[in-house]
């Protein structure tokens, strides 16, 4: 059974680079599926950042993609998402997830952990 | 890429249905067979409901279910039970993934 749990640090200054890591269990992520980064900022809806193939290959949401980059750690079984440049509205729960194929569904999702941008 | 539209809230009483709609366009949910629903429980992580407009993975009880005609995807909860009371997102992919605006479903 897939298992997903985010780390990362909870609070980023405004134009710093927030980073996560989502550490996976149950599966080697060498063995294929995709892996997403899923944002849900306070009491507002879930919006896709991108996901990753265990090869490396990268698909981003156009209206982030200019600062985001994720990548993947096979030796480590995990991945991990970089957002460049953040501000206040960058201040959200952070999910990871997998999914199966490209396009799919995600299933399952990390429990998420809260990052907020603040000086 | 704009948010699927749905419903704020939609309620109900224990037994009774509920329908939640989902309104995308011909980008999105009219032009694909990859939509997806969410429940999410207060300060919990989404859950699979349905996938592929109306396929229901292993454990996700028969009263979900889910359809789309055109435009529009649905998702409908019957008989239903007080543990339903939750949000729910749909998800379509467009190119990319586009969540909708979630619906909080209440249970009266």
């Known amino acids: 059974q897939v298992q997903l749990q985010e780390s990362g640090p909870g609070l980023v200054k405004p134009s710093e680079t927030l980073s996560l890591t989502c550490a996976v269990s149950?599966?080697?992520?060498?063995?294929?599926?995709?892996w997403g980064w899923i944002r849900q900022p306070p009491g507002k809806g879930l919006e896709w950042i991108g996901s990753?193939?265990?090869?490396?290959?990268?698909y981003y949401n156009p209206s982030l993609k200019s600062r985001v980059t994720i990548s993947v750690d096979t030796s480590k079984n995990q991945f991990s998402l970089k957002l460049s440049s953040v501000t206040a509205a960058d201040t959200a729960v952070y999910y990871c997830a997998s999914h199966y194929g490209y396009p799919d569904w995600f299933d399952p999702w990390g429990q998420g952990t809260l990052v907020t941008v603040s000086s | 890429q704009s948010a699927l539209t749905q419903p704020r809230s939609v309620s109900g009483s224990p037994g009774q249905s509920v329908t939640i709609s989902c309104t995308g366009t011909s980008s999105d949910v009219g032009g694909y067979n990859y939509v997806s629903w969410y429940q999410q429980h207060p300060g919990k992580a989404p859950k699979l409901m349905i996938y592929d407009v109306s396929k229901r993975p292993s454990g996700v009880p028969d009263r979900f279910s889910g359809s789309k005609s055109g435009n529009t995807a649905s998702l409908t909860i019957s008989g239903l039970q007080a543990e339903d009371e939750a949000d729910y997102y749909c998800c379509s992919y467009a190119g990319s993934y586009v969540f909708g605006t979630g619906t909080k479903v209440t249970v009266l």
């Open positions: 990753i193939y265990h090869s490396g290959s990268t």
């Open positions: 149950g599966y080697s992520i060498s063995s294929g599926y995709y």
